[in-house]
Every structure is written in structure tokens, then in C-alpha cells.
């Protein structure tokens, strides 16, 4: 079955405790993404990666660092996590393709950073 | 970036009733999908929709991409509808950031 699988779903910690959320893909997807989503706010995106080594900033990289070594892996690293990225993050992946692009998104990882 | 709007953003609705949500695009946009988050806060795609209309039992779309908005119709709505829709997509620019509507949040009653 093709999917998208993070981990934890759930997760607390406290401020300043390094992390990270795992994202893994089956479906050979080159394009890999993070998002977090708030309320108000809607999903915006952290940190793409177009493929093995290609990373890059999205709309609110502060905070976070990203990696893909692997083409079906993309964790997301919080260093020093603080109570302001306590959020719901989504990973998704999608072929590069001009036209095929659709995105599968993971079943989101809810973090509460105190 | 692109300025993506969503209507209605709340919607209340009675068990078999239909509805029309709307998203329009500031600029022209690709790879436009809607997705449904239920209400344990998973998201599902729904369409992948760059234009035309496309259907999946009840729901169906229609994205008319040169006046830059697309619509999804919910027809006979059932409880399980309930959640929030989003529309989202890229910029005609090549473009790999993809802007999300605020979203329709929808509660169907029974």
C-alpha cells in the first residue's frame, strides 16, 4: 500500500530537548515536504527536498533542520525545541513531474513542547 | 506568493443536504488539489484537479483555471463530511511551495 509514515504521532516534551519526527515514503517520490498547521494559520510549509542531498527552505524554516540521505526518508530535526512550535506537523511526498504532482500526506504528528 | 481564499469558511448543514465550496487563486496556479482533514486531524486527498471537472461518488470538482478558481460539490452529505476542506497549489512559476486556503470548516448534522 502506498503511504506516507510518521513518527510519533503524538509527542511531549520539554524546551530545549533535541528531536525528531520521521517521515518515510513507499512510492519512490523524489519531492519531499514538511508542514505544520495552526490553527487560523492553515498548513504552511518548513523545509522541501527535491531529492537525495536537496534540501531547501519553505515558508517558516526557523527553528527546524531537515536531512535526506535516503530517497524514501526526510526527518525533521527541532534542536532546541521552544512552546511556540507546539503545532501539528504533516510530512508529504509527490513526484516531480510537471504533470503529475499530486501530494500524499503522513497521518501528522501532534507535538506539544512545554 | 499567491493568495489563496476560501468560502465559505464555516458551513453547517443537515444530513442529505448539498453545498458548494469555493477556492479562488490570486495568480494562476497548478497542481490543485483538495483535501479533507476529519476530525482526528488526518489528511486525505480528495481531487487532484489542474482543471476540469473530475467525480468520486457524491464529491466532485470543477477548477476553471483561466479565471482562477476551483469548486467542490458535496451532494447528498453524510456525518462523516464533517471536517475541514483545503484547496492548495503551485504557482504557475515552476514553484515547489504550495499555498493552502485557510479552509471550509464543515459540520453535518444528523
Known amino acids: 500500500e502506498a503511504q506516507v509514515t510518521q513518527n510519533p504521532r503524538y509527542l511531549i516534551t520539554v524546551t530545549g530537548k533535541k528531536l525528531t519526527v520521521t517521515c518515510s515514503q513507499n512510492?519512490?517520490?523524489?519531492?519531499m515536504s514538511w508542514y505544520r498547521q495552526d490553527p487560523g494559520l492553515g498548513l504552511r510549509q518548513i523545509y522541501y527536498?527535491?531529492?537525495?542531498?536537496?534540501?531547501d527552505k519553505g515558508d517558516v524554516p526557523e527553528g527546524y533542520k531537515v536531512s535526506r540521505k535516503e530517497k524514501r526518508n526526510f526527518p525533521l530535526i527541532l534542536e532546541s525545541p521552544s512552546p511556540n512550535q507546539t503545532s501539528l506537523y504533516f510530512c508529504?511526498?509527490?513526484?516531480?513531474?510537471?504533470?503529475?504532482?499530486?501530494?500524499?500526506f503522513g497521518q501528522g504528528t501532534r507535538l506539544t513542547v512545554v | 506568493g499567491i493568495q489563496v481564499e476560501q468560502s465559505p469558511p464555516d458551513l453547517i448543514l443537515q444530513e442529505g443536504a448539498n453545498s458548494t465550496l469555493r477556492c479562488n487563486f490570486s495568480d494562476s496556479v497548478n497542481n490543485l488539489q483538495w483535501f479533507h482533514q476529519n476530525p482526528w486531524g488526518q489528511l486525505i486527498n480528495l481531487f487532484y484537479?489542474?482543471?476540469g471537472t473530475k467525480q468520486n461518488g457524491r464529491l466532485s470538482a470543477t477548477t476553471v483555471a483561466t479565471e482562477r478558481y476551483s469548486l467542490l460539490y458535496i451532494s447528498s452529505s453524510q456525518t462523516t463530511d464533517s471536517g475541514v476542506y483545503f484547496c492548495?497549489?503551485?504557482?504557475?512559476?515552476?514553484?515547489?511551495?504550495?499555498?493552502f486556503g485557510r479552509g471550509t470548516s464543515l459540520i453535518v448534522h444528523p
Open positions: 492548495a497549489g503551485t504557482t504557475s512559476g515552476g514553484s515547489y511551495i504550495p499555498t
Open positions: 484537479i489542474p482543471s
Open positions: 508529504a511526498s509527490s513526484l516531480i513531474d510537471p504533470g503529475f504532482t499530486e501530494a500524499f
Open positions: 527536498s527535491m531529492n537525495v542531498e536537496v534540501t
Open positions: 512510492m519512490n517520490h523524489e519531492y
